[in-house]
C-alpha cells in the first residue's frame, strides 16, 4: 500500500464547490490535494461530450447564481471563464398563443400587456420588490449561519444583525419578506398577477430542486432563490459559460492549481480516517492513503457521514438527523443532439425565442398536476420542462449546423412506487418529454440525432448526489441558513475535528454558487490560525517556564 | 338621538363574549350585537329535527384556556365540560380500530398491538409536544410584538420566550425551529410507522385549513394545537348540551359582569368620522354611538363590508384582500333511529365516545386534498366524526342518536356549479364513505342537516366559509395575522379593534384571540 506525502488540507470532490474551497485554501498559502472521483472535474458543472462532436452540460445548465466575489478574488475571466447572455424566457400554451419575456423591460412591458395590461404594470413592481429582498437576503447568504442554541455573544451579534436589517426594511418590504419566507410560490404571485400562464412560469422556479409544488408553502422563499442571480450586477441575469457549464469548473480548477493545488481525477474515497474523534486523512478505493491536518468534504452528508465514516465514531443524535436530512430528487435530465432546430406550432421557425429558456409551464394546474403525480411515486405525466439549446449563443460545443438541446425535467420522483425501477422506466420517462415536447414543437421527433436520459437514480449513479437531489438536500425551510444541513452543525464544522463540510449541502445551498466552498474555507483558515496562536502561545509559555 | 355606549362588540361568537366579559371586569359597560337570534357564533346547539339537538358547528373545543374557564366561572354558569377516556377512535378500511386514549399509559399498551416502536415513540412525542406547547402556549397568549418600535411589554415578551425556548435544551428547541416548517406528514414519520396512527395525527395539522398533509407547515398548526392539548391527537373536548352550552355560560357570566347583549342585531355600518370609529348603524335603522367599536367578525367582513374602504388606504385594502380565507370544511348533522354499528368495533359502544376518525391513510388525506385544489370536493373525504347523544343522551329522543361530522376537504370556490346546486351531492358522499366504515348507517338516517362552506358564510357569518376566520399558515401566523403591522388587535381605524379568531392566536375553539384583545384594548383605554 503506498502513502502518499503529508498535506494541509484535503478535499474530497472535485466540483465547484469543492474547487472554490481548494482555490481559496491554495491562495491563502495551504497545501491543498483534491481528490475527485470521475474522470473529469465539475462534479454537477460538467461538459462532456456524450456524443461526437455534440458538448453537453450534463447536469446543471445555466449560471447566474455564482457569486460576484469568488469570479473577482479568484480572477475567473483571466482563466478562460467567459458567460455569454441567456436573453429571456419563451413559454409556448397550447391555445396557439406563447408568453415571451426577455430582458428588455419594454419589450416584456408589451408583450405582457397582450395577456393583461394590470400585469404589465405590476411587473415593473414585482421587478422592483423583489430586487429590493435580494438586497437583504444576500449578505445572509455571505454570512456563516449563527448558532441560536449557544449564548455566545458573536453568535447573539449574527441574529441582532439579522433582525436590525429587517427592522430597516420598509413595511412593504417587511411585508414581501415575511410572505417570501412562508408562501407558496403561486400564493404569492397571486397577489400580483392574474395572467395563469405568467403566474404558472414564473412559479417554476420555485419548486427546481425542490419535492415541492408550486402551491406548496415555502417554495415562494425558491423562487427568492433563483433571482439573486446576478451577472456583472445586474440581478435576475442569467447566462451560459462558453464552453458549457465544464467550463467554470474547469477555471476555478486553474485558479486552484495556479495558487498550488493538487489535483487528481479518477480517485475515488473508500473512507476517512479518522483517530480517535479526529480525522487525519482518506484511503482511497484502490488502497492507497493520504493524510492531512484538515479534510473538507464537498460531498453530500449522507456520503461523508454514513459511507466514508464508521457508524461508531459519529454521536448518535447526530447520525439520526443526517439520516433524516431530506433529499428526494424530484428531477431528471434529458440532453438532445439535434441535426436541425425546433419548430414551436406557436411561433414558427428559428428565431431569437429559441436562443432563451424555454419553459414548458403552460398554466398552474399543470404546474400543481405534474407534481400530484409525483407524489404518489409516478414521474409527471406531463412535466414541467426547462429547455436550452446553448449551441445557438455557443456554436463551440456543436457541429456546423447542428445543435445540442437541454431538457431539465421535473417531476422524476427517485422513489417510484413500489413495482416501478428506474432502470426499466428510463426509457419511458425519456420517449414522455420528446412526447410532451412534441405537442408544442411536432417536428422533434425527426430531428433528433441522439438523446441522453438522466433519470434521479443516475445522477446519484454517476455524479454521487444522493437521491438524484441536484442541491445535495432540498431547499425546504426546515434546511436552510442555521438548519441546513443538520441543526448544531451549520457551521461547515463537524463533530469529527479536523473535518469540514464544504458542498452545496450546507449553507446557502445549491445551484453553482460557490458560496459554501468559500465560506468553509474561510471558516477552516480562521480555526487553523487559532490552533496556530494556541500552539505559539504554548511555546512562549513553556519558554518563560524556563 | 343615537343611544351611546362606551364599547360596542360587534357579534357575539365566544371570543366577543369573551372581549366583552373583561372588558366589563375591567369596568367598561360593553354592549354585545349578535346578528342571529341567539349568541355563540359558531358554538351552538340547535335542535336540526324535532327532538334532536346538536352542535351544529364546532363539536369539540381548543380546548377553552383555563383562564377563562375560571375567571368567567363558567361551571357555575351551568357549563359541563365532557372529555371522555377514549380521545379518538381511528378506523381503517381493513376494519381495524385504532383507539387512542386521553390517558397517554392506556394509550401507549394499545399501541403494542401496532407497533413495537410506535407506543415507545408514542410517549416521547406527546412528552415533546407537551414541553415545546408550554413554550408556545406563552406566545399565543402574548400580543404580538410590535416589530418597528418594540415596547417594554413587547420586548419582556421576546425575552421570556427567548429564554423558554433555551430551557427546552438543545434538543426540543431545533425541534420547535426544525418542525415549524415542516410537512405534518414528515413530522409523524420522524415517530410512528403505523400508517393508521399516522394519518390520525397528521388529521390535527390539517383540520380547518386548505393544506394537505404533504404541505409545509402543516406542522406548526399541529404544534399550536398542542399548546393548548399535547394530546397528539387531541382529546375529545365536549360539553354537556353541546359547544352551545360553552357560549351560553359565557353569555351568562358576561351578563353577570355587567355587559349588555342584544340579539337579532346585525350591524349594518360602522360609522367612522375623522379616521376614528364613533359607533355602528344597525340593519333596521337604529343608531348607536361608541367610544369603541370592537369586532368578532373576520377581518375582511369588519374592514371591508361594515367600513367604507374610503377610510383605508388602497394598500391596506389590497393586503387584506389578499388574506388567505379559502374554506375547505362542510357539516353534516344527522338524526339516527339508533346507533350505528362500526365494523371495526364489534358492539364496543364505548369507544365511540371520542372523535372517530375518517382518514385510513396519509396518501388518502393527500388525495381528498388535492381534489379542492382544482376546486371538487373530495370523494373519499377526510371525516372528523362524534355521536354526542352516547355521552349525553339528552340530545335525541331516548335510543335515538345524533350524529355530528366535519366533511373535509369542501372547497369554498367550486370549480364548476355552486353550492346550492351540489348540496345533496356532498351529503351522499359523506354518508357513502360513512357506510363504509358502518354499513348499517343509511337505513338509521332518520333526517340530516348539511351545511356548505357557502352555508358557513350566509348564515354564520363566515367569509370565505373559513372556520378559523382566515388560513392557518406560517404568513397568517402571530405578527401576520391578520396582517403585519396589524397584529395587535388594532385597526387603521382609531377606536376600531379586532377581537376575533383572524387576529393572533386564531386556531380552535380556545377564547385566545378574545382573551388577548380585552387585555390590549383595556390597556389602550385606560390611557385614553
Known amino acids: 500500500m503506498t502513502t502518499g506525502s503529508k498535506y494541509d488540507v484535503i478535499v474530497i470532490g472535485g466540483g465547484h464547490n469543492g474547487l472554490t474551497n481548494a482555490a481559496y485554501l491554495a491562495r491563502a498559502g495551504k497545501k491543498v490535494l483534491v481528490l475527485e472521483r470521475r474522470h473529469v472535474l465539475g462534479g454537477a458543472a460538467v461538459t462532456e461530450e456524450v456524443f461526437s462532436g455534440f458538448k453537453f452540460s450534463v447536469c446543471s445548465y445555466v449560471v447566474s447564481l455564482l457569486r460576484p466575489e469568488i469570479i473577482r478574488d479568484l480572477d475567473l475571466p483571466r482563466h478562460g471563464l467567459e458567460i455569454l447572455p441567456l436573453d429571456g424566457t419563451f413559454t409556448p400554451i397550447p391555445n396557439g398563443d406563447y408568453l415571451w419575456r426577455v430582458n428588455d423591460h419594454g419589450k416584456t412591458r408589451r408583450e405582457i400587456a397582450r395577456h393583461s395590461k394590470l400585469d404589465a404594470e405590476a411587473y415593473e413592481e414585482f421587478g422592483k420588490a423583489m430586487q429590493a429582498m435580494c438586497r437583504f437576503v444576500k449578505p445572509i447568504l455571505g454570512m456563516v449561519p449563527p448558532e441560536p442554541s449557544t449564548l455566545n455573544p458573536r453568535e447573539l451579534m449574527k441574529l441582532l444583525f439579522i433582525g436590525k436589517r429587517f427592522q430597516g426594511l420598509s413595511s412593504d418590504d417587511k411585508y414581501n419578506q415575511v410572505q417570501l419566507m412562508t408562501m407558496s410560490a403561486v400564493d404569492f404571485l397571486d397577489q400580483w398577477f392574474e395572467t395563469d400562464v405568467l403566474k404558472a412560469t414564473m412559479s417554476a422556479s420555485g419548486i427546481i430542486g425542490t419535492f415541492l409544488g408550486v402551491r406548496s408553502p415555502g417554495t415562494a422563499y425558491v423562487l427568492l432563490h433563483h433571482y439573486m442571480g446576478e451577472i456583472d450586477g445586474a440581478f435576475r441575469s442569467w447566462g451560459f459559460a462558453r464552453g458549457g457549464t465544464g467550463a467554470i469548473s474547469n477555471a476555478i480548477a486553474q485558479a486552484a492549481r495556479e495558487a498550488g493545488a493538487e489535483i487528481r481525477t479518477k480517485s475515488p474515497i473508500a473512507r476517512i480516517i479518522v483517530n480517535n474523534g479526529r480525522a487525519t486523512g482518506v484511503a482511497l478505493e484502490n488502497g492507497d492513503e493520504f493524510y492531512a491536518d484538515v479534510i473538507s468534504s464537498s460531498v453530500d452528508p449522507r456520503l461523508t457521514f454514513l459511507k466514508f465514516i464508521e457508524e461508531k465514531q459519529l454521536p448518535g443524535e447526530f447520525l439520526e438527523d443526517v439520516r433524516r436530512y431530506k433529499f428526494r430528487g424530484s428531477s431528471g435530465k434529458v440532453n438532445i443532439a439535434l441535426d436541425a432546430l425546433p419548430d414551436f406550432k406557436c411561433l414558427p421557425g428559428p428565431g431569437a425565442h429559441l436562443r432563451g429558456a424555454i419553459s414548458i409551464s403552460p398554466s398552474v394546474e399543470y404546474m400543481e398536476k405534474a407534481y400530484d403525480d409525483a407524489k404518489y411515486g409516478n414521474f409527471s405525466r406531463r412535466p414541467y420542462i426547462d429547455i436550452v439549446i446553448p449551441s445557438l449563443t455557443d456554436p463551440s460545443v456543436a457541429p456546423p449546423g447542428k445543435h445540442v438541446m437541454s431538457c431539465f425535467v421535473q417531476y422524476a420522483p427517485y422513489k417510484l412506487r413500489p413495482g416501478l425501477n428506474w432502470d426499466e422506466q428510463r426509457e419511458a420517462f425519456g420517449n414522455n418529454v420528446i412526447d410532451t415536447l412534441a405537442e408544442y414543437a411536432p417536428n422533434i421527433k425527426d430531428i433528433i440525432i441522439n438523446k441522453q436520459v438522466l433519470t434521479p437514480l443516475d445522477l446519484e449513479r454517476e455524479f454521487g448526489l444522493s437521491e438524484g437531489n441536484i442541491f445535495q438536500g432540498e431547499l425546504s425551510l426546515e434546511q436552510l441558513f442555521f438548519l441546513r444541513p443538520v441543526p448544531g452543525y451549520a457551521q461547515f464544522r463537524t463533530p469529527i475535528k479536523n473535518l469540514y463540510m464544504c458542498g452545496s449541502a450546507t449553507h446557502p445551498g445549491g445551484g453553482i454558487m460557490g458560496a459554501p466552498g468559500r465560506l468553509a474555507a474561510l471558516e477552516i483558515l480562521k480555526d487553523a490560525k487559532t490552533t496556530l496562536r494556541q500552539q505559539s502561545r504554548r511555546v512562549a509559555e513553556a519558554a518563560e517556564a524556563k | ?528
Request: hydrophobic content about 40%.
Open chain 2, 1 to 528: 338621538m343615537a343611544e351611546t355606549r362606551d364599547v360596542v362588540v360587534i357579534g357575539g361568537g365566544h371570543n366577543g363574549l369573551v372581549t366583552a366579559f373583561y372588558l366589563a371586569k375591567a369596568g367598561f359597560r360593553p354592549l354585545v350585537l349578535e346578528r342571529r337570534s341567539q349568541t355563540g357564533g359558531a358554538a351552538i346547539t340547535e335542535e336540526f329535527h324535532p327532538g334532536f339537538r346538536c352542535s351544529t358547528l364546532a363539536h369539540s373545543a381548543g380546548p377553552l384556556l383555563p383562564e377563562i374557564v375560571s375567571d368567567m366561572q363558567l361551571e357555575r354558569h351551568g357549563l359541563k365540560l365532557i372529555q371522555p377516556e377514549v380521545a379518538v377512535t381511528a378506523l381503517s378500511q381493513e376494519g381495524r380500530a385504532l383507539v387512542l386514549y386521553t390517558d397517554v399509559k392506556r394509550t401507549t399498551e394499545e399501541m403494542r398491538k401496532f407497533s413495537a416502536n410506535d407506543a415507545e415513540k408514542y410517549s416521547e412525542f406527546q412528552q415533546s409536544l407537551e414541553k415545546i406547547g408550554k413554550v408556545i402556549g406563552q406566545v399565543l397568549k402574548q400580543t404580538p410584538p410590535d416589530i418597528d418600535d418594540p415596547n417594554r411589554s413587547d420586548l419582556w415578551g421576546m425575552l421570556t420566550t427567548g429564554r423558554a425556548l433555551r430551557k427546552l435544551g438543545k434538543k426540543d428547541m431545533y425541534r420547535v425551529l426544525r418542525w415549524g416548517p415542516m410537512a405534518v406528514a414528515d413530522l409523524v414519520a420522524e415517530f410512528f410507522e403505523t400508517e393508521l396512527l399516522r394519518a390520525t395525527v397528521v388529521a390535527r395539522g390539517i383540520f380547518g385549513t386548505a393544506l394537505g398533509p404533504w404541505s409545509a407547515g402543516s406542522s406548526m398548526v399541529l404544534l399550536i394545537r398542542a399548546a393548548g392539548d399535547p394530546h397528539p391527537a387531541g382529546s375529545g373536548n365536549f360539553a354537556m348540551g353541546g359547544l352551545g352550552s360553552v357560549t351560553q355560560a359565557m353569555t351568562a357570566a358576561a351578563k353577570a359582569a355587567g355587559v349588555d347583549i342584544r340579539t337579532d342585531a346585525q350591524v349594518q355600518q360602522i360609522q367612522i368620522k375623522d379616521g376614528a370609529a364613533t359607533g355602528v348603524v344597525l340593519k333596521n335603522g337604529d343608531e348607536l354611538s361608541a367610544k369603541f367599536v370592537i369586532s368578532n367578525a373576520d377581518p375582511q367582513r369588519t374592514l371591508l363590508k361594515l367600513v367604507d374602504p374610503i377610510h383605508l388606504t388602497p394598500d391596506f385594502v389590497l393586503k387584506l384582500q389578499h388574506f388567505r380565507m379559502p374554506g375547505t370544511v362542510a357539516k353534516m348533522n344527522l338524526a339516527l333511529s339508533g346507533l350505528p354499528k362500526f365494523t371495526a368495533l364489534n358492539g364496543a359502544t364505548n369507544l365511540l365516545h371520542g372523535r372517530i376518525h375518517i382518514g385510513p391513510e396519509i396518501d388518502y388525506m393527500e388525495r381528498a386534498f388535492d381534489e379542492s385544489k382544482y376546486g371538487n370536493f373530495s370523494q373519499q373525504p377526510y371525516l372528523e366524526v362524534t355521536i354526542p347523544s352516547l355521552t349525553d343522551p339528552a340530545l335525541a329522543p331516548a335510543g335515538k342518536h345524533v350524529m355530528s361530522i366535519y366533511m373535509q376537504y369542501a372547497p369554498f370556490k367550486l370549480k364548476s356549479g355552486n353550492w346550492e346546486s351540489r348540496r345533496d351531492a356532498l351529503g351522499n358522499t359523506v354518508v357513502k364513505t360513512l357506510a363504509e366504515y358502518a354499513p348499517n348507517l343509511p337505513e338509521l338516517i332518520e333526517d340530516g342537516q348539511i351545511i356548505t362552506p357557502q352555508d358557513l358564510e350566509d348564515t354564520y357569518g363566515l367569509t370565505g366559509g373559513h372556520i378559523f376566520h382566515g388560513e392557518l399558515a406560517l404568513d397568517q401566523f402571530f405578527t401576520m395575522r391578520p396582517l403585519l403591522d396589524w397584529a395587535r388587535y388594532r385597526t387603521p381605524i382609531k377606536n376600531l379593534y379586532l377581537c376575533g379568531s383572524g387576529t393572533h392566536p386564531g386556531a380552535g375553539l380556545t377564547g385566545g384571540s378574545g382573551f388577548n384583545a380585552a387585555r390590549e384594548i383595556a390597556k389602550i383605554a385606560k390611557i385614553i
